[in-house]
Nanobody
Framework: QVQLVESGGGLVQAGDSLRLACAAS????????LAWFRQAPGKGRDFVAA???????YYSGSVQGRFSVSRDNTKNTGYLQMRSLKPDDTAIYYC???????????????WGQGTQVTVSA
């Protein structure tokens, strides 16, 4: 089983870009689908993007065209490139690993600790 650590969060202005990274331990990283979820204050955990073991990518409608999910199996790392950030993107961002690339949190059995992204107007 992998362990996940997110990094790259921070405070940015609207319109800026930010890249999050999800570093995984273990030798079986390429066997897992990776996903990004986010949770804003007082709200539930929402699906953002996912990438399958064979690099198929999926996005929520709210980030489609602005965010890009990728993975580098040689580095055991997943990425979420975020562009044209909006204040509504403010949240804690979590990466997760699971058997398939779905939008459902319950599918993922390993989660990182989260990284805060704050977008000011």
């Amino acid at each position: 089983q992998v362990q996940l650590v997110e990094s790259g969060g921070g405070l940015v202005q609207a319109g800026d870009s930010l890249r999050l990274a999800c570093a995984a331990s273990g030798r079986t990283f390429n066997r897992y689908a990776l996903a990004w979820f986010r949770q804003a204050p007082g709200k539930g955990r929402d699906f953002v993007a996912a990438i399958s073991q064979n690099y198929a990518a999926y996005y929520s409608g709210s980030v489609q065209g602005r965010f890009s999910v990728s993975r580098d199996n040689t580095k055991n790392t997943g990425y979420l490139q975020m562009r044209s950030l909006k204040p509504d993107d403010t949240a804690i961002y979590y990466c997760a690993a699971g058997p398939t690339a779905t939008r459902t949190p319950d599918n993922y059995n390993t989660w990182g600790q989260g990284t805060q992204v704050t977008v000011s107007a």
